[in-house]
């Protein structure tokens, strides 16, 4: 069932729109919280509504990978098309069902609320206090810029998973600016990958300067980046992607003797 909440708001501005309509199930998810303050500010319910409509009428038919359109609060959301495991998401929710007309556009059905990003991706580690050891890497080797480019998808590991690294590994990162490199642009794929979008086996080129891949492992109990980070949360949505964090830090292959020879120092 299309949310009514957000069918209604459409029918009290003027003008051809797409809705991506949550279902009501979509909204009973939510964190009691989130509902909560969604219920008690205007302006915020306002805002979060308008993110799901967008001016004049986008069918399924036009839909291609990495497209954004605006919504009407003025951010973009984006899609992103999964061939492999047949799903068409919009930033981050699938469309369960596409093209349902109305008399003032056209209605697509997701199974998830979005919510409107505060920042990009630098902005999302920035703000977490889980990701100040990546945070301060990344000042250190200079490419916060590549994780302003749009479109990416960074595996962010948590404080928590630098800390397991053996301290001289992490002395060599520290002193060896084409190594830390390497190593932290070994976790950002160069497009958009939403956990929905994911599936057991893939793998994904990256953005280091060997263009080194990971290998993904989907199961019941979640998904495994290489053989032993698990992605612990997935889907923090950025105006120019999305981050999933991870309880350890990617080593590229042809390092992983190194850190094993330091680690039993």
């Not at 939510?30 to 993110?51: C, E, F, G, I």
């Not at 098309?81 to 093209?99: C, Q």
């Not at 280091?208 to 053989?227: E, K, M």
Request: aromatic content about 6%.
């Amino acid at each position: 069932m299309v949310d009514s909440a957000l069918v209604c708001f459409c029918f009290f501005v003027s003008g051809n729109f797409t809705i991506f309509a949550p279902t009501n199930d979509a909204f009973d998810a939510l964190p009691a919280t989130t509902l909560l303050a969604l219920a008690s500010d205007v302006t915020a319910l306002t805002n979060v509504l308008k993110y799901h409509v967008v001016q004049g009428s986008v069918f399924k038919s036009a839909a291609s990978n990495e497209l954004k359109v605006t919504t009407l609060n003025g951010q973009s959301i984006r899609f992103n098309i999964y061939s492999h495991v047949n799903k068409v998401t919009i930033e981050g929710s699938e469309i369960i069902e596409f093209d349902r007309n109305a008399s003032n556009g056209v209605i697509h059905v997701i199974n998830k609320v979005m919510v409107p990003p505060t920042g990009d991706i630098v902005d999302i580690v920035a703000n977490k206090t889980s990701l100040t050891t990546l945070l301060s890497l990344v000042q250190q080797a200079g490419i916060a810029h590549a994780l302003k480019t749009d479109g990416i998808t960074v595996f962010a590991p948590t404080n928590h998973a630098f800390a397991q690294l053996p301290h001289a590994f992490v002395n060599t990162l520290t002193s060896d600016h084409t190594l830390l490199t390497e190593i932290l642009e070994y976790h950002v794929v160069p497009h958009t990958e939403y956990s929905v979008g994911l599936y057991n086996r893939e793998t994904l080129q990256t953005l280091d300067s060997n263009h080194d891949t990971i290998r993904l492992h989907v199961d019941s109990n979640g998904v495994r980046v290489n053989q032993n980070a698990h992605v612990t949360k997935a889907d923090i949505a950025a105006t120019n992607g999305v981050v999933h964090l991870i309880n350890h830090v990617l080593v590229p292959a042809r390092y992983q003797s190194h850190l094993s020879a330091i680690g039993k120092k």
